[in-house]
């Protein structure tokens, strides 16, 4: 059973940082791409980060360039988004995705208030 599950959200003030966690299982990590999306309310799911497989390349939002950086510990089985920097407008619930399993995970609640 293919299964998402992350963690790492909280609050935090303007400026600060946080690393969201997402740990897989139920399909081989190490050849899947993998992405996080977020959701913020009253508006649509978008994707924040991606990164392939097997090369590890990575891509991001123009909105996140610079300040959020996606990676993975394949003998974890896990990808991270390490976020700094942060604005009172990346509040949004974030997600980690597997689209080849169209897989996702419960979503964790990122705030940054002052």
């Known amino acids: 059973q293919v299964q998402l599950v992350e963690s790492g959200g909280g609050e935090v003030q303007p400026g600060g940082s946080l690393r969201l966690s997402c740990a897989a299982s139920?399909?081989?990590?190490?050849?899947?791409?993998m992405s996080w999306y977020r959701q913020a309310p009253g508006k649509e799911r978008e994707l924040v980060a991606h990164?392939?497989?097997?090369?590890?390349?990575?891509n991001y939002a123009a909105s996140v360039k610079g300040r959020f950086t996606v990676s993975r510990d394949i003998a974890k089985n896990t990808v991270y988004l390490q976020m700094n920097s942060l604005k009172p407008e990346d509040t949004a619930v974030y997600y980690c995705?597997?689209?080849?399993?169209?897989?996702w995970g419960q979503g964790t609640q990122v705030t940054v208030v002052s």
């Open positions: 995705n597997n689209a080849q399993h169209n897989a």
């Open positions: 139920g399909f081989t990590f190490s050849l899947s791409a």
């Open positions: 990164i392939t497989n097997l090369s590890g390349i990575t």
